[in-house]
């Protein structure tokens, strides 16, 4: 291999490795994102619940933005050896790099898997937080209403338990 083809094979594992920084700057961004609304979630501030929202939508089409940017670089240069766009994926395409470069690409991929499991874990326990907290409200409501479960009875002044009805309800909702 000439010493041009060395370099030209240097600039593209260079560029591949600026891709992941990218990504994973990106993707920390949405991790930051996450967090601080799954800490509004728990506070209720909705306030800070709408803003992160917005944060969220911006962070998570910026990390989108620079994955597709990652594959396309990687589709090309399996295109330029003359295989598919498509294969090999970034993981085994780090896995037949020459071994200067391979150890420092394989960190960058290992964390990048990594803050894409934190994505997927901060999403489902906010979307769990959330849920809880609108089946609270579900269930306050049915309470106001006279809606009881089986399990929970309310009481009349006296300590007896009301039939149901209108008797059982929390609130009064005839005008």
Known sequence: MSEGDVMRLTEVYDRLRELLDVELSR????????????????????????????????????????AEARTRFIAEMN????RRADEPALGKFID????????????????LRESLETVVRLNRENRRLLAVGLECVRGMIRLILGETDDEAELYDVTGAAPTGGAKSRILNCRV
């Open 96 to 111: 037949e790099s020459p071994p200067p470069h391979r150890d420092r690409l394989q960190a960058r991929h290992r964390k």
């Open 27 to 66: 993707y920390g961004e949405l991790n930051e994102a996450l967090e601080k609304k799954q800490r509004a979630i728990v506070a209720g501030d909705l306030e800070v619940i709408r803003e992160c929202l917005g944060r969220e939508s911006v962070c998570t089409k910026r990390a989108l933005a620079a």
């Open 79 to 82: 295109v330029h050896r003359g």
